[in-house]
């Protein structure tokens, strides 16, 4: 079997039992309590899943590949140990306590991530085209942010008290998510090939998570939130996405991930998916307040300031990436001049 094969066998895979649990938990064909047993399960699996595949990488990579996969690693199973925790209390305890073990766990995955991705091979090196990275990732971030908060985060701090332990450590689930998806973003941008198809699902599973945790911090809010419901779904493929991610990267080992090459010797179109992606969560950030405006609703103050901060974040790219090309346009032109002089 191939490496693409081996790849496609994966994704397939994760499809059909995501699939299948939506499908389980959308009808519940043996009841609630069984249902809730199935996607603790489920879910505490497919966090195992994540983790083992991530060591699995990290033992086939070296260098500061092989530190990623490890601290990924460690953070899967950070995640591994909290919904193992909430497990036992969901099914053992009779409830699970709006601050517990549980939550330590998935607090400690964040920083774990977080320091999994600054040590990625592609956060090496400098120069104009990180510098657009990094406005994409902060872009990226914002967006969600804003979103985040407009919808779910603003009515929940007007609604909760926020100084329960409870609803700060629902709130936190968000922000952190929003860190992470930006350091995601900005390795995304600078890879190539297998290693960008690898952090592309990882940022779909951190995405996947970003929305079950504004969805959970919103319901947990209005105490509205039950287990083994669709939203939990939600999870299971964040889980799979990072071990996804794992499984791609090493399903041709001895891949070692390379960062974006840059070359001078000709110059370069930018692709039409660079020039347009910049622009989308501005789009979602101005459809947001625009449907606020039309309801009759005043927008937040940091829901405007996010908004201006995520056109002023793109206009500040898109001017880095026109300076980019049209120094490379001039580039053949004056090498041409320089031969031109050399010559007897």
Known sequence: MGPHLDRRAGI????????ALALWLAWKPGGETLATWIDDLATVCAALAAALLCLRAGALQRGRARS????????????????AAWAVYDLALGGV????????GYLAAIPLTAAALLVHPALRGGGS????????GIAVATALLFLSWTIVLGPLWEQSDISQLGDLVALAYPFGDAVLVFFVVLAVNRM?????????????GLLAM????????YLTGVADFESGGLLDLT???AYLGIGLSAWVATAAPGEAP?????????????????????????LAALLVLGVQVNLGQRPERLGLVAALALVALVLVRQALLLRDQRAQLQRPHADDLRLEGAAP
């Open 12 to 19: 397939g895979f994760a499809l059909l039992a995501c699939g």
């Open 68 to 83: 990623f996969w490890w601290l990924l690693a460690a953070a899967a199973g950070a995640w591994t140990a909290a919904e």
């Open 97 to 104: 306590p709006s601050v517990s073990w549980a939550d330590a």
């Open 129 to 136: 085209s990180r510098a657009r990275a990094l406005l994409d």
């Open 192 to 204: 190539t090939g297998v290693e960008r198809l690898a952090l592309a699902l990882l940022l779909g």
């Open 210 to 217: 970003a929305v079950g945790d504004s969805v959970y911090a």
């Open 235 to 237: 999870w299971v493929v």
């Open 258 to 282: 390379r960062p974006v090459a840059v070359t001078t010797a000709a110059p370069a179109e930018a692709p039409l998916a660079s020039l347009v992606a910049p622009f989308v969560p501005v």
